[in-house]
């Protein structure tokens, strides 16, 4: 079993729809990154959190440490939002190592 | 600000080759992290350095070394290539954050390496 498991797999969406990508993690973390991956490879940090919520614009991410959870929600989708999604997860310390989920290709049509 | 740098881009390699590839990381980030991406395998932590030190290592073999400079800039470098170790490898810069820990990480566009 991963110790990082996305759920789901593929999303796919109507321009305007809410969208929620789940996380969750086995072991015990420092911090949960969010991180959104374009065709061409290029990746991008959208979130890092250790606890409660965070919001960037359509965008938020909230973790729940004791149920070892964390979500992804979009809000009001749009096709640009197409892309990867990746969860990973930072162990404990100082050290720097980081456990990627699978990853959610979401598609939003417009 | 300028962000990651990696280069090159695009590498193709023959089996039993061995290669280098290069990260220049965000001004003033100090922890250097590589990755490994694969369809099979997805993306996997192969080590980080802070300081020109390698602080972890991930589960990959001996033939993946790296090294960082002393204005953080790393390399890392895959010896005797084999057909799997194709893939897009990826650096992540952060800075230190004091109380223990980095930062977000950023991250370049990657190199795709392709070994024929």
Redesign the interface.
Known sequence: KNEVEQSPQNLTAQEGEFITINCSYSVGISALHWLQQHPGGGIVSLFMLSSGKKKHGRLIATINIQEKHSSLHITASHPRDSAVYICAVERGGSNYKLTFGKGTLLTVNP | KAGVTQTPRYLIKTRGQQVTLSCSPISGHR?V?W?Q?TPGQ????LF?Y?SETQ??K?NFPGRFSGRQFSNSRSEMNVSTLELGDSA?Y?C?S?RYRQG????????G??T?LTVV
Do not use: I
């Open positions: 922890s992290s990755y991406q997805g993306l996997q932590f980080e802070f602080r972890n991930g897009l990826l992540a952060s223990g820990g980095n930062t977000e990480a950023f991250f566009q990657g795709r």
